[in-house]
């Protein structure tokens, strides 16, 4: 630990080009919120009075017949869910096949994890589409969930793999020769050592299916199966009265679950980087 | 339990590594698979465990074969290098795991984990995790978990290998009273003669995939087999002299040693001499120069350049007061040096 000082005359000239260099930013978060309640005349950056306006989404839809916000959050929280959930499942078996098992394929598979992984998916959007068109899941919440996963999986087993791999065999060895089955020593013995991981990889497909945007905008146009983001898209998407206030204040109310995320969880979201179990 | 390899062969791939090996271990037996890395020690370790399989022969716990049979039903203890502890769990855990998996019911285990546990002397470390323990502890614990289902065959994988000096020395000493005590039959892969010798009844000595000796420590020790054995026993180790043995036996540099005996008219052959005997009034005295000196505390080890070429060690009591650069004329007592042919069989 190192010996904390009080910062003295050698430091100013470092704190004041920091401060310089970080004021826009610091001003762009500072407005992001101060215009959320306020009001301010064109033309001027003072604001000239106080409103709870822009927060007018939370009581109801802002249009007749539009949806409400708490609907659309519901959305974005089902596909989150689901999108982390169904990921994590998945990776964290098949990774364990593809670290563990002598299975037939196992190289053409660890391949195209690496294929994938660096594919721009986004290419692919046409042929969802038509896809999801075929199975009739287009415009379903359903055929999102399905298509996000299965962009977010090359990462996800990528991932469980890399903590799989630091798992000593010995360990498995000693299960096995104590009687116990594959199966058992993945579910006892090998899967509380990437339970670090697991909790990683659950978080970080939760934010990424939270903030997905292109996905839902493309394959589930329609209102039913609208998520915040596509909502957050549509507030501006009128570009003669585009409300920023409210687009800001709709904004925080986007964010602020990753946020609080994001602060809960800082230390399990580091595991991903770190690579691995430690000690 | 009796424990028979017949036969035993292992291949990786297209590699024969363990061709047709046959080995017996007889019930309550330690036995040590003794040989350098690569020797096809830990192989036939993991045969016996069956986490490799059997690609001929049989392996026999005492009338059943299981060279087939799973892992899981073959009944065998095993401590890896690293231990192998689950981490996330307690020691009591660890230990009660192999009955855990068998359906024992709760108050069978607690028994008999604290009677295990007891019997290796960790009895108050139960509810402690693996990180929390010392390396000994760590392998008392290993131990105490390959014992506790009471298996067939006790496997040890290089225990002793991750532990320091001092430890070590204790550990040798309880793996082998553990053992006794259970008499329970065991088998010990090591790469360290000191651990073989001091540990087990019967040592293998392996090279390549084969057993070169099987023996008593003391009996290899003073009847090797072949030129490899004597080699690889004895620390500091022995010494090779290249030699001519016709009517008399000399040194390849000149120097007559005696009369041949048994060996005379062998042509070329290789004498192996051990570090205690040579020194100071041991037969017949040969010129040479002291050119290293390491300090053991106890003892000195000398190494001697011989006038006529060639190499010796000597081990000296502490205090002889020889330096290096010294000429010396110490002697090579004749009666306890092994004769090798130049492919190496004993003669």
């Not at chain 1, 006892?188 to 903030?211: D, K």
């Not at chain 2, 008999?112 to 502890?137: C, D, N, Y």
């Amino acid at each position: 630990m190192q010996e904390q000082r009080a910062p003295n005359a050698r430091h100013w000239p470092l704190i004041a080009g920091l401060v310089a260099l970080s004021a826009p930013l610091v001003v762009m978060y500072l407005y992001q919120v101060i215009d959320t309640v306020t009001t301010t005349p064109p033309g001027s950056i003072i604001p000239d009075g106080v409103t709870l306006g822009h927060w007018r989404f939370l009581a109801g839809p802002l249009s007749e017949g539009g949806p409400s916000v708490w609907s659309l959050a519901g959305n974005t929280l089902v596909f989150a869910t689901c999108t982390a959930l169904v990921v994590t499942s998945v990776s964290v078996t098949a990774a364990y096949a593809l670290s563990r098992l002598n299975m037939p394929g196992r190289g053409f598979f660890l391949g195209g994890l690496i294929v994938l992984h660096a594919f721009p998916t986004i290419t692919l959007i046409v042929a969802v589409f038509l896809i999801l068109q075929y199975m009739g899941l287009y415009d379903t919440l359903t055929g999102v969930i399905l298509v996000k996963v299965a962009f977010e999986l090359p990462f996800g087993i990528w991932i469980m793999k890399g903590f799989y791999d630091s798992v000593p065999w010995e360990i498995e060895m000693a299960g096995v020769t104590d009687g116990a089955d594959r199966f058992t020593v993945w579910r006892l013995l090998v899967l509380p050592q990437v339970q670090p991981g697991l909790a990683a990889l659950l978080i970080f497909s939760f934010l990424s299916g939270w903030s997905e945007f292109i996905l839902p905008l493309v394959l589930a146009p329609a209102n039913a199966p609208q998520v915040l983001a596509t909502y957050l898209a549509g507030i501006i998407a009128d570009d003669r009265f585009a409300d920023f206030s409210l687009f800001k204040a709709v904004s925080i109310f986007y964010a602020l679950p990753v946020l609080a995320i994001y602060m809960i969880f800082q230390k399990k979201l580091m595991n991903i980087y770190g690579g691995g179990t430690k000690g | 339990m009796r424990l028979v390899l017949d036969g035993f062969t292992k291949r990786f791939g297209d590699t024969t590594v363990i061709d047709a090996l046959d080995l017996t271990v007889e019930d309550g037996e330690m036995i040590a698979l003794l040989g350098p890395s690569g020797c096809g020690k830990s192989t036939t370790l993991f045969a016996i465990a069956g986490l490799h399989r059997v690609d001929g022969g049989r392996i026999l716990f005492g009338e059943r074969d299981v060279a087939q049979v799973s892992a899981q039903e073959r009944n065998v203890g095993i401590v890896f290098q690293n231990y192998a502890l689950y981490p996330h769990m307690t020691v009591a855990q660890n230990i009660a795991f192999p009955l855990r998996v068998r359906g024992a019911s709760v108050a069978d285990m607690d028994r008999k984990v604290r009677e295990i546990a007891g019997l290796v002397q960790i009895g108050e470390l139960l509810e402690r995790k693996p990180a929390q323990l010392s390396g000994g502890q760590q392998q008392r614990v290993a131990l105490a978990r390959a014992l506790v289902r009471k298996p067939d065959v006790l496997l040890l994988d290089e225990p002793l290998a991750n532990l320091d000096a001092k430890l070590r020395m204790e550990m040798r000493s309880e793996i082998r009273r553990v053992q006794l005590e259970t008499g329970i039959t065991a088998i010990l892969v090591t790469h360290d003669q000191v651990e073989a010798m001091s540990m087990c009844d019967r040592i293998a000595l392996m090279k390549a995939g084969g057993i070169v000796q099987i023996a008593e420590p003391a009996e290899m020790y003073d009847n090797p087999a072949d030129r490899y054995v004597a080699g690889f026993l004895g620390n500091p180790p022995i010494a090779f002299l290249d030699a001519v043995s016709d009517d008399i036996l000399r040194l390849a540099g000149g120097a007559a040693l005696g009369a041949a005996g048994t060996l005379q008219g062998l042509g070329p052959i290789a004498l192996g001499v051990r570090p205690e005997h040579y020194g100071p009034g041991k037969g017949v005295p040969l010129d040479g120069t002291v050119i290293m000196l390491e300090t053991h505390g106890r003892e000195d080890l000398f190494e001697v350049e011989l006038a006529g070429g060639g190499r010796l060690r000597a081990i000296l009591p502490a205090g002889s007061g020889v330096r290096p650069g010294t000429t010396v004329d110490w002697g090579i007592d004749m009666t306890r040096v092994f004769a090798f042919s130049p492919e190496g069989r004993r003669l």
